[in-house]
């Protein structure tokens, strides 16, 4: 998947019900349980922002984790952040600041 396609998919979300917004959910879906590490972060970022599906801080954190295990920059700040205010996954400022950190690395 191109950056893009993540865009225009993620617009696509934000705005919702432009251009079959649920057909291209479960396609950004898709993508993602196939192990697309820039599907993962737009889908984490799907759910932290309620982009097509109710918001759900846990799946966001999840997807987050994820993307930055697979090495998307994005996710690794994404999930430093989750991991230093507590959202969707338990607060730990020591491994928020590892992720954060790597995000810059790559």
């Not at 932290?48 to 984790?65: K, T």
Request: proline share 4%; net charge neutral.
């Amino acid at each position: 998947m191109t950056m893009r396609q993540v865009a225009c998919i993620s617009v696509m979300l934000m705005v919702g019900g432009v251009c079959r917004a649920a057909d291209d959910f479960a396609s950004l879906q898709k993508q993602a349980e196939g192990g697309d590490p820039v599907a993962m972060a737009a889908l984490g970022d799907a759910y932290e922002r309620g982009s097509g599906v109710p918001i759900d801080l846990r799946q966001a954190a999840a997807w987050y984790q994820k993307a930055a295990e697979a090495g998307n920059p994005m996710a690794m700040k994404n999930l430093g952040n989750c991991l230093r205010d507590g959202r969707g996954i338990k607060r730990d400022p020591v491994a928020a600041v590892g992720w954060s950190g790597q995000s810059h690395l790559h």
